[in-house]
């Protein structure tokens, strides 16, 4: 009897256990896409942003519109486009990218397209394709990184399915990276590109920064709604100046001293309230060194004073 | 004197040409993006509305099987005349096209869906006729429409309209169970 209720203890043990992992316990396809890559979470001072991102962008889709899209650009009588057709559908690296025969569980959207089908030619006419199979790799639609016609790699496969996936992945973190750390709208076009002469007003304004290069890095203050400059002090009450001006007569020194003190208030005033100042400080440097040298040859006594 | 009337013919002329030109593909408030040139292939020839929308689905999101329904092809022998749900489920099946065959009230969510992740679809609209959705702009509330009786151009629609348009016909649906198109690749110096 014991023999039997132990066996049914195990049985539905096993049950319960089968029931509870409905997927993979590890997202092995994650970790392939993630390459080589250290990240440190539940620290905020060491944490990196750029890391924080890439991780982001390599793990699951939000949605169908958060997927990146690859294109293969194949053509007919073609081996390394056969070639390539095929490891992507067994091949453990790509199929972390993108996985043919279940579009749902694919990370990426994946399409292959034909250089000869006419109904297609048209999506390709802005870029320069020299050698089959290209790879290409662009953003999602959703727009989160981006803008979604952006060329974010474009290799030409080698044979070697574990490089290509590194590669493109590489390529993925960079333009990620550059996303984090340039602020910018894409839209600088390159050999190929058709682009406006012009800055137009962007549609919508991106939630991310997207990266232009040789454009300085523009800091902005990330407080809403953003805070006033701080107050400049006001430079204090020469009172020294004032009591000696009453006690002993008015003296050229104290009178300069007062001079002074008055230009700054009225400067610092002005500062406060976001006006341009009267004279700019070069000048005002100039002007009150002049007037120092003044103060202190009145000051000093005559050498042969005695 | 003269002067009145020729500024209204010239006024007339710009609001017309203004009118004509309408939205065109490439454009941020389609879903599909399918040029004119392409869209005439589809002109509906004989009564094949419903395989001519699902056509250009087919070539929206590089489906051969769907894109080529209207002709003999490797892909399998075409297929003319009215169709029906269950016409579709078969002609699908046979050419091994997956996609959403839809019907009743979740016709408007599944169009929004389509165009929110940039396909197109196949739907009814208009009496005993069918359309191809061409995408949804949820801000001004107009939908785009390609018919295949004019496919050189794109009709919008405001909400009510476009209700109107597509209860006229019954609510359904085909909408390719395919990755969606990339946008139309473009360099720029990023790195």
Redesign the interface.
Known sequence: MRLFVSLLLIVATCGSASAQTTGPEVDQAEVLRLGNMVQVVGDGLRASPETDAYVAAMGPPASDADKWFISVLSMKGCAGCEKLKKEWATNSWLLALANPTDPKQSWAHYAVYDKDDWSQAFRFENIKVTAYPTILVQPPRSGRYGEASTVVYQGVYGGDPEKLARDITQAIRQYVTKLQTVPVRGGEHGQVGIDPPWQPTPRVDPWQPQPQPNQPFLPFDPTIPPQPPAPTPAPAFPWSSVLSLMLAGFSLPAAIALVVWAVSFIRARRLAAGKPPIVDQKSLDQVLELLERLAESQAKPSSSGL | MIRIPLMIVSWLLLASSAWAQGIECPD?RLAA?L?KE?RT?FRNPDGSCVQCSIGMCG?DQ?V?AA?TLLWDTEYGRRERGGSGPSRVAGYCDRRGIRAFNVTGSSTWDWMKWAA???RGAAIGAGSAHFQTFMGYDRQSGTWYVCNNNSPSRIDEYDEAAFRRLHLASGQWVVIL???????????????
């Open positions: 941020p993006d040029p392409i292939w070539v590089n051969p894109a929110e992740t940039g169970d395919y990755p969606p198109h990339p946008a139309r690749p473009r360099y720029f110096r990023w790195w």
